[in-house]
């Protein structure tokens, strides 16, 4: 496993820290970010998930002056609706009932930041679910998979069976695209 060079995970996401260790990277320190995230008045996906990555990066390091500091934010967004965290599982449903039988994005923002923005990107990944059943959404509500998931679903547990189709980064659904992260911190010596 490499440890990376002074490099800060700004995220509490378990699943960001197994993706980046899967690929045998392990930040010096993580440390979650706590900033308010509310989606401001006709933001538009894009420019909210760079905004948050970004936010989230700033609030880190006043804490880690002169350190590399990674962020992410990942969204699930439809036209120009934004699906973040489910507040209950009664909204968890209603994400599931829309998304169901439909074409969505799972957009993660990803920034390297140290003293400025050093560099970010944005990675989408289309995702299309069949059309589901009641049933279906009650067992998959019953799971609590969908607590503290963007669009109250994780691609790699229950809900992989909603998946009909995927065109892109499967690590980007899960919540960070590991192919752009990796090039990220390898191109500033990071790894």
């Not at 996401?13 to 690929?23: A, C, E, H, M, V």
């Not at 880190?60 to 209950?88: M, Y």
Request: net charge positive.
């Amino acid at each position: 496993m490499h440890e990376a060079k002074g490099f800060v995970l700004a995220s509490k996401s378990q699943r960001r820290i197994d993706l980046l260790n899967k690929i045998g990277i392990k930040p010096s320190f993580i440390q979650p970010s706590d900033i308010n995230e509310e989606v401001r008045k006709k933001e538009k996906p894009k420019d909210y998930c760079k905004r948050i990555a970004i936010e989230k990066a700033l609030d880190i390091s006043k804490n880690f002056k002169g350190l590399f500091i990674l962020s992410a934010d990942t969204i699930v967004f439809c036209s120009n609706k934004i699906f973040l965290k489910p507040k209950d599982k009664v909204e968890a449903r209603q994400f599931l009932e829309f998304f169901s039988g439909r074409k969505h994005s799972v957009l993660t923002s990803v920034c390297l930041f140290k003293d400025k923005i050093i560099a970010q990107k944005n990675v989408i990944t289309k995702i299309t679910f069949k059309k589901l059943t009641s049933e279906e959404i009650d067992e998959y509500i019953v799971t609590k998979e969908w607590i503290d998931k963007a669009g109250a679903y994780a691609i790699q547990g229950y809900a992989e069976k909603f998946i009909k189709f995927i065109n892109g980064s499967y690590s980007n659904v899960v919540g960070l695209p590991l192919y752009e992260t990796y090039n990220l911190l390898k191109s500033n010596k990071l790894i």
